[in-house]
């Protein structure tokens, strides 16, 4: 059974810095594409980030969020910077069983609890 551990969410200021994580276990996560997720309050989840044979970002995160990963960890890490409020929102790290990632929520297979970013104007 895969598991998803996020962890490093909390309160900061906008134009802040957080860095969550996701620590994975029971699959090979060396070739499993790994990405992050968030869904603010009456939202829709929305594409964060995503790594593995290729990396991509949302165009409201690019040049501000950068996702990058430890093998030898298992853990995925998303580097947050220059938070704005509208970055607030429960974030999700997902696994998808391919090397290939994608932007499509539905094409992840697991799924961490969250954490909580809330960015205070």
């Known amino acids: 059974q895969v598991q998803l551990v996020e962890s490093g969410g909390g309160l900061v200021q906008a134009g802040g810095s957080l860095r969550l994580s996701c620590a994975a276990s029971?699959?090979?996560?060396?070739?499993?594409?790994m990405g992050w997720f968030r869904q603010a309050p009456g939202k829709e989840r929305e594409f964060v980030a995503a790594?593995?044979?290729?990396?991509y970002y949302a165009d409201s995160v690019k040049g501000r969020f950068t996702i990058s990963r430890d093998n030898a960890k298992n853990t995925v890490y998303l580097y947050m910077h220059s938070l704005k409020p509208e970055d607030t929102a429960v974030y999700y790290c997902?696994?998808?069983?391919?090397?290939?990632?994608?932007?499509?929520?539905?094409?992840?297979?697991?799924w961490g609890q969250g954490t909580q970013v809330t960015v205070s104007s």
């Open positions: 997902a696994s998808r069983g391919s090397w290939r990632p994608t932007v499509e929520g539905g094409t992840y297979d697991y």
């Open positions: 029971g699959r090979t996560f060396s070739t499993s594409a």
């Open positions: 790594t593995g044979g290729g990396t």
